[in-house]
């Protein structure tokens, strides 16, 4: 059987966490929406077990790690941060990031969204 491919989502995953170069954002932490889409390479089409595939768990605990670890000034080095903890499982061939600033502006949310490869 050839390989078999499918797009592992997590969306929405909101964490409050330092993010901004702006005084009123480095005062408190913000609200900050984090979604991610791993495109997962595997041999054949996977057993009906989760150790046959990519598990989201360990995405959305690491994300919410980096979040309470440290302060970030640009959400491109966040985003960057995450799709190197998605790429850390070798089946996951591409990745796509994005975070967005959900209180910046009342009419208005900002984000960061990047796609990388193997």
């Known amino acids: 059987m050839a390989e078999a491919r499918y797009t592992i989502l997590l969306e929405g995953l909101e964490v409050t966490m330092g993010m901004g170069i702006h005084d009123h ?6 609200r900050v929406a984090v979604t991610v889409a791993m495109d997962c390479a595997y041999p054949a089409m996977p057993k009906d077990r989760i150790d046959a595939v990519v598990d989201y ?62």
């Open 25 to 30: 954002e480095r005062a408190a932490p913000q």
């Open 57 to 118: 768990d360990f995405l959305r605990e690491g994300i919410q790690k980096l979040a309470a670890e440290r302060h970030f000034e640009l959400q491109e080095v966040f985003c960057e941060q995450v799709a190197e903890l998605a790429m850390t499982d070798s089946r996951v061939v591409g990745v796509r990031v994005r975070s967005v600033k959900l209180d910046v502006y009342p009419d208005a949310r900002v984000g960061c969204e990047i796609s990388r490869s193997r």
